[in-house]
């Protein structure tokens, strides 16, 4: 999902930028931003062993995404009427900080729960911008 720039305006202000060379578009899109990250989270925790230097600054990073993401997810989730898709937005919030203060021992499995709530936090920072 992605924000044209007419429609920067709205766009949370914590949510970084992202060129698009082929249209000249400056767009912003959450997802588009971590993608990397979180592609390079699932890949090293299925296929390697992920427990070096990169994986430790990569897990970081994966935090810091969480801090920044939570709170206009966290907005998103309040602006939704009383239904099961608020409770749901609203509870992966939560679980996305409980999932950056830690989640266990096994490196892989941090990188994967670390991953899966950036992403469904970005996607929810994204749809804020269509509310």
């Known amino acids: 999902m992605t924000v ?3 429609e920067m305006a709205a766009a949370p202000a914590e949510v970084p930028t992202v060129t698009s060379a082929s249209q000249k578009t ?3 899109s959450a997802a588009a931003a971590v993608a ?8 090293l925790a ?14 970081e990073r994966l935090r810091g995404h969480i801090h920044t993401l939570a709170v206009p997810a966290e907005r998103y989730a309040d602006l939704l009427p ?3 898709e608020k409770d749901i937005a609203a509870s992966t ?3 996305a900080r409980k999932v950056a203060r830690g989640c266990g021992s096994d ?3 941090a990188l994967r729960l670390l991953a899966k ?4 936090l970005a996607r929810n920072t994204d749809l804020l911008r269509l509310v």
């Open 82 to 84: 009383e239904s099961r």
């Open 26 to 28: 400056v767009v912003a």
């Open 107 to 109: 490196p892989a499995i």
């Open 117 to 120: 709530s950036v992403a469904h």
């Open 93 to 95: 919030v939560r679980f």
């Open 4 to 6: 044209l720039a007419h």
């Open 46 to 59: 299925d296929d390697h062993h992920p427990a070096g230097e990169a994986a430790v600054r990569l897990r």
């Open 36 to 43: 990397g990250d979180v592609e390079a989270a699932l890949t």
